[in-house]
């Protein structure tokens, strides 16, 4: 007589997230066949890496087709890192129906898993400021495609309040605000992953990861003299008995001079940087920071007013092209007298002496601005109103800016024969 193996077959799913593993058979047979199922039996035997073997009566749906036709659960066995046993797992369906012959539907997995490792990350923009959490971790595999992934972050801004999110990277806004606390996010993920080697074979993993990170009030540019006063009169002088200044000092100093010259750029990144440093040397030498749970904020309102400290810009004119040495770091030019303009300026402003002007240069000059690279990059140049004296850089007239050492250079391209009649005269304006 013929056996049932044509029309039964089942799959597997190791849950971690529930602790189970589940057998399900599908019957795609017609109802015929099974009749009343009053001749139906059968049973199912699994074998677990740890050769733990466990054997069940089976209990049948006779809706036909069907794809539950049997459901075996028993308790997920893992290992004594509490994680998915890896080795070898068998299953034995036996079932057995009045006229047909018993039907056995073995099937064997040799498993070769990896829970994914959650990676978590910090986005602290204390600036702006906008504070985030971001999963990053990488949960593709090999010989398994990625079916499904869920994610829950428990969110506790710690002695404000908590919240729940089910993105990738939640936001960590809360009441309208962002605030000088310890955020702390637990993340649960469960992911679902189908076999290529097993068909039949799909895995629910849940993983877990944390994340703790500070947000703290960054020093006001305006008191940060009042920071270093403090940390050298704490450290250098009463540290070590003399007028010499400590490492402490030294590297906030440092810090402060490099902030000046940045302060009102779009380098928000580095401005934190260093805003952090000089924080964290402070309240080392202070003591322990303490939260306040204030709003975060942080003033830059006098950048929009152009105040800041002064830099210095170079100017260069002659007839030989200097690009190529310059772009291999030798800048041996002879420059005109420095320029003076605000840090933070919006706009590069220069002038030529009479020499450089079209009345006396017909044949045009090349032209070098040389600027520090702590000013934002210029993307255009205007002299005078003529459509033929403005561009973008770069262009015809001007080569891409290029940064060599400490400084960013603007080179023309060719010849350059300025509008005399600017005011004022033979000036060169770099937004």
């Not at 004022?424 to 770099?430: D, R």
Request: charge should be negative.
């Amino acid at each position: 007589m013929p056996d049932l193996s044509a029309y039964i077959d089942f799959d597997v799913l190791l849950n971690k997230s529930t602790e189970k593993l589940i057998v399900t058979g599908r019957f795609s047979g017609t109802s015929g066949i099974l009749g009343d199922g009053s001749g139906l039996s059968g049973t199912i035997s699994v074998m677990h890496p740890d050769s733990v073997w466990e054997k069940k009566n089976l209990t049948f749906s006779i809706v036909s087709p069907s794809t539950e036709f049997f459901v075996f659960e028993t308790v997920l066995r893992l290992d004594v890192l509490d994680r998915i046993q890896n080795g070898c797992y068998k299953v034995n369906a036996l079932v057995k129906l009045t006229g047909y012959d018993d039907t056995l539907v073995n099937k064997t997995i040799n498993l070769n898993y990896e829970s994914p490792k959650i990676s978590l990350k910090s986005n602290f923009d204390l600036i702006t400021p906008a504070l985030s959490f971001d999963d990053i971790t990488v949960y593709q595999k090999a010989k398994f495609t990625l079916a499904d992934i869920s994610r829950l972050w428990n969110i506790t801004i710690k002695e404000k309040g908590s919240f729940t999110s089910n993105s990738q990277a939640p936001d960590l806004l809360y009441e309208g605000g962002y605030y000088d606390a310890e955020y702390r996010g637990t993340l649960s993920t469960t992911i679902r992953y189908n076999s290529v080697q097993y068909p039949f074979l799909s895995i629910i993993d849940l993983c877990v990861g944390s994340i703790c990170e500070p947000a703290v009030v960054l020093p006001p540019y305006g008191e940060i003299p009042d920071y270093l006063e403090y940390i050298d009169r704490s450290t250098s002088k009463g540290g070590c008995g003399c007028s010499c200044e400590s490492k402490e000092y030294k590297k906030a100093f440092l810090a402060y001079q490099k902030l000046q010259k940045i302060i009102c750029t779009d380098d928000l990144e580095t401005i934190q940087l260093l805003l952090l440093t000089i924080h964290n040397i402070f309240y080392k030498v202070k003591g322990c920071y303490k939260h306040t749970n204030n709003t975060l904020s942080y003033d830059r309102s006098f950048c929009e007013n152009g105040v800041g400290d002064n830099i210095e810009v170079l100017r260069w004119y002659g007839d030989i092209d200097p690009y190529s040495d310059l772009l291999a770091g030798n800048d041996t030019l002879t420059y005109l007298a420095p320029v003076t303009i605000a840090s933070n300026a919006s706009a590069v402003n220069v002038n030529f002496p009479s020499a450089a002007s079209s009345d006396l240069t017909p044949d045009g000059k090349f032209f070098v601005i040389k600027v520090p690279i702590s000013v934002t990059v210029k993307t255009k140049w205007e002299n005078g109103t003529s459509v033929y004296n403005k561009g973008d850089i770069p262009d015809i007239s001007w080569r891409a800016p290029f940064t060599s050492g400490q400084f960013r250079y603007y080179v023309t391209r060719t010849a350059l024969i300025l509008d005399y009649n600017v005011v004022p005269s033979n000036n060169i304006t770099l937004t």
